[in-house]
């Protein structure tokens, strides 16, 4: 009897993480005209792509950098100065192909800061991830008429499109006094799930907006958390995706009576990421005939699975004295400059986040003069994470939320942080599939009624369904107290209908 094959096609896409690149710019900010600069209190910055395309072997890519800067003039006011600054850089790589999904990740990795004279000088680290998608097809065997075939089952994922939505978000707050001057509006946003409900993909998360501003001869902080739930284009089932927030434009607009100010903010974030779905399948892993020899092509499998994006909190804090001989009388904003995740380990059932958070703190020394000092904050967090598995990829970013201090000893400064992290991992799956087998002489027939064996201990019952030309289901139905791997002292009855 001839084998009749059945093929069917299955999709293996996975996402490839290029070699990254690192471009530093460089920014002088003059204050001759502004009061000159006595120090630099405060300095944030984020980095957003613009625009990524794909040619072939290169991907051409905009950014857009940021920065906001708080300092004190000559006679000790509290100034402020923002910077936009565009940028384009080519990457090149042999795998690139023309129009291919690809997503460009951009963070700062290092800010360096110096005053020479009246002149800031700012100089940025900056790292650009790039990643495609790889589409993958492979022909596979789905059946084999006329043959015995063992059938296990096999994880697909297929690329569905990539989500690159935008969205609004804002926030009132009134503040209950005259406003004289908005010292610093900075805005970061995180995502902290993607859900895949009703054939719907949702990304949950939360945007971060600080407030400093001077009314009535003082100056205050304002932390605003600002939580958001966002339903993209991409649907389907099993659809996982690990996506990326990043605040793209931000608005302050100041309303309200001469005694009570209102502050509504707005920001629009910008979400990106591949959207996968895994298919769960039987395939055929092995094929034989009892009738002809079978010669039998096989291929491997393989790529990165994403299996979900989890989030993770944990508080940190330390201190910092001033210098010798001053003294705090009060202590004016306490701000999150920057928080760099500088590394995500992998291990079983945990993870471990590590990295270095930047505070700026403002403060009235014993003379009532603004003074400031900057709180390197270094943190090494170890997260119960289970199902994690020490060979997973990670990837991920982390925002600082919640800042708090306390004055000790009017000499030092207590900072109390809440780091955020959202962490997305992938999991290499590799499996064996028959793509295809061509039939070869004939084997002898046994036409004995009944065999007996006895198998040895390991073997498997697809294997002793191969030596004795049975079907696996047959050789259970006979024998029904058989599992799957023999123990070594099994005795095995197999009948058959001689025609």
């Not at 910092?320 to 009388?329: C, D």
């Not at 004795?468 to 099994?490: A, F, H, R, V, Y």
Request: aromatic content about 6%.
């Amino acid at each position: 009897m001839a084998i009749n094959i059945i093929t069917k096609t299955v999709n293996t896409d996975y996402e490839r993480t290029l070699d990254g690149k690192q471009i530093v710019t460089q920014c002088n900010f003059d204050t001759q005209s502004r009061g000159g600069v006595s120090k630099l209190c405060a300095l944030t910055g984020d980095v957003q792509i613009i625009k990524a395309q794909a040619l072939s072997k290169q991907l051409k890519i905009s950014g857009r950098l940021a920065l906001k800067l708080v300092y004190l003039d000559s006679d000790r006011q509290l100034k402020n100065f923002d910077y936009i600054s565009d940028f384009a850089e080519d990457l090149n790589d042999d795998c690139i192909v023309a129009d291919m999904p690809c997503i460009v990740n951009a963070h700062i990795v290092d800010i360096q800061s110096g005053v020479s004279g009246n002149e800031i000088k700012v100089q940025t680290v900056i790292e650009l991830t790039p990643a495609v998608v790889e589409i993958s097809t492979n022909e596979v065997v789905a059946d084999a008429e006329g043959a015995l075939t063992l059938k296990e089952p096999a994880c697909y994922q297929k690329y569905l499109g990539t989500v690159d939505e935008e969205f609004s978000l804002s926030e009132e707050y009134a503040t209950g006094v005259k406003v004289d001057d908005v010292l610093l509006y900075d805005a970061k946003a995180i995502v902290l799930g993607v859900d895949n409900n009703s054939d719907k993909l949702e990304v949950s998360g939360q945007a971060e907006i600080c407030l400093v501003y001077s009314a009535e001869g003082s100056v205050s902080t304002k932390n605003i958390s600002i939580p958001f739930v966002q339903q993209t284009a991409v649907t389907g089932e099993n659809l996982t995706a690990c996506v990326n927030a990043k605040i793209k434009d931000s608005k302050l607009v100041i309303e309200g009576d001469e005694k009570d100010n209102v502050f509504k903010a707005y920001v629009t974030v910008a979400l990106s990421g591949f959207v996968m779905q895994s298919q769960e399948e039987d395939s055929v892993t092995d094929l034989y005939s009892p009738c002809n020899k079978l010669d039998v092509s096989q291929i491997q499998t393989s790529f990165l699975k994403q299996t979900g994006v989890k989030k993770y909190e944990e508080r940190i804090s330390g201190s910092v004295a001033v210098e010798e001989g001053e003294s705090i009388q009060s202590i004016v904003s306490a701000v999150v400059t920057q928080n760099i995740l500088s590394s995500l380990v992998a291990m079983d059932d945990e993870l471990l986040a590590e990295g270095v958070a930047n505070t700026s703190v403002i403060y009235k020394n014993a003379d009532g003069e603004n003074k400031c000092i900057q709180i390197e904050l270094p943190y090494s967090l170890q997260f119960p994470s289970q199902g994690t598995c020490k060979d997973d990829i990670l990837s991920g970013n982390a925002i600082a939320t919640d800042c708090t201090y306390k004055k000790k000893r009017d000499k030092e400064v207590e900072i109390t942080l809440a780091i955020l992290v959202s962490v997305c991992s992938r999991r290499k799956i590799t499996a064996q599939a028959v793509s295809g087998a061509e039939e070869g002489e004939a084997l002898e027939r046994n036409d004995s009624a009944v065999s007996i064996y006895l198998p040895d201990k390991g073997e498997t019952i697809w294997q002793i369904a191969k030596t004795l030309g049975s079907s696996i289901e047959k050789i259970k139905e006979q024998n029904p107290d058989l599992t799957n791997e023999m123990q070594g002292d099994e005795r095995i009855v197999i009948y058959r209908e001689i025609g």
